[in-house]
Every structure is written in structure tokens, then in C-alpha cells.
């Protein structure tokens, strides 16, 4: 898969704004223009993936607006919500605050391609068996936190899970339903 974005779409307007938020309230340096894109190679979801991008672009972005891998949702831009939350080489990281240039050659893995794994497939086949979702905003980071959470330990308490899933944030409340779908996730049975 090729991407890529034009130089001159990043140096100024919304643009700028949007992806380099401290540019819109200072000047650019003359050569704004010149160097910015940065050739990146990631494995995304299984699948090699070249793209030229600034490398002080969040992953976030470059997913949605570069890949249009658009499951991963955008909360706080802070990395406080949990809602842009992918996995890196297995690690469960907030993409919205990860710049790309500090990802080339690593693996990635979205909300589109967690049920690969045997733990995201039994964490999407229960957070649908015990209906999680409400509104459905965050709930792409907190699958994402529970696929991971459940890959590194198989069978969490309480404490696991509150560890794991305490950096997402979930407006409808459904930490309920969240934490009875990754027990279920867990013990492998059906609802």
C-alpha cells in the first residue's frame, strides 16, 4: 500500500493547526516546506504499509487521514482518553501523542485488525455477546487495552483489569459491562 500527502498541505492553514498544534501560534521557519515528509515503512495489521508523512505526525493521523484505517477515534489528543489506543509490536499505546518518524519498521495494530489475535477475536466476541457498547466512541481503545491486557495475561483479577483499562475513559459508563466482557474473554466460555 502507497500513501502520501503534499508538502505544502502541512506548512500552513488547517492543516498545520490539526497536526502541529504549537505551528499555529508561532511563525514557520522559511523552509517550512522543505524536509518536512519523512518515507515510513510500518507493518499495519499485518500488512506492510509505505507512506511519506512529517515525522512529528501523530500516528493517529496518519492512520485516519494517510492510511483511512478510520476505527481508531480521536478523544483528547493528550493521550488521557484511551480512545486512540493501538497496539505497538503488542503493546497496547495512545496514538494520538506517538509521532510517526520514532515508528518506522514496527508493527501495528489497529481495531481493524486485533481480531487476528486470539485474544482481540474472544474480546470483540464478548464485548458483542454482553452488548458493551452505548454510544460505541471509546470503545475501539477499550478493546483495544482489553486484547492487550488478556495477550499478556491470560486470566486477570480485578486489579489487572483495573490497571489496564484504567487510562480509558468511557462517557456512557459502561465500565461495568467492560470489565464482565473481558471475564468472560478470559475464561473463554460463551455468554
Known amino acids: 500500500m502507497q500513501a502520501s ?16 498544534p504549537t505551528l499555529a501560534t508561532r511563525p514557520l521557519p522559511a523552509d517550512a516546506n522543505n ?8 507493518t499495519i495489521n499485518g500488512e506492510q504499509t509505505s507512506f511519506d508523512a512529517p515525522a ?11 492510511i483511512g ?3 481508531t477515534k480521536y478523544g483528547c489528543g493528550i493521550a488521557q482518553c484511551g480512545a486512540c489506543t493501538v497496539h505497538v509490536d ?3 499505546v495512545r496514538s494520538c501523542v506517538l509521532p510517526v518518524g520514532a515508528l518506522n519498521g514496527r508493527t501495528i495494530t489497529t481495531i481493524e485488525g486485533v ?15 454482553l452488548e458493551v457498547i452505548q454510544c460505541g466512541y471509546c470503545q475501539s481503545g477499550q478493546i483495544m487495552s482489553a486484547a492487550a491486557l488478556l495477550a499478556s495475561t491470560p486470566n486477570p483479577d480485578d486489579s489487572d483489569i483495573n490497571a489496564a483499562m ?26
Open 115 to 129: 481480531a487476528a489475535s486470539t485474544a482481540g477475536a474472544k474480546v470483540q466476541k464478548a464485548w458483542l455477546d
Open 5 to 20: 500527502i503534499a508538502k505544502s498541505n502541512l506548512a500552513s492553514g488547517p492543516a498545520a493547526a490539526r497536526y502541529f
Open 69 to 71: 484505517l478510520t476505527g
Open 166 to 191: 484504567s487510562g480509558n475513559i468511557c462517557r456512557c459508563g459502561t465500565y461495568v459491562r467492560i470489565r464482565e466482557a473481558i471475564k468472560l474473554a478470559a475464561s473463554g466460555r460463551s455468554s
Open 56 to 66: 512529528e505526525m501523530p500516528l493517529l493521523w496518519v492512520l485516519r487521514d494517510i
Open 90 to 92: 503488542g503493546k497496547p
Open 35 to 42: 524536509g518536512m515528509l519523512m518515507a515510513t515503512t510500518l
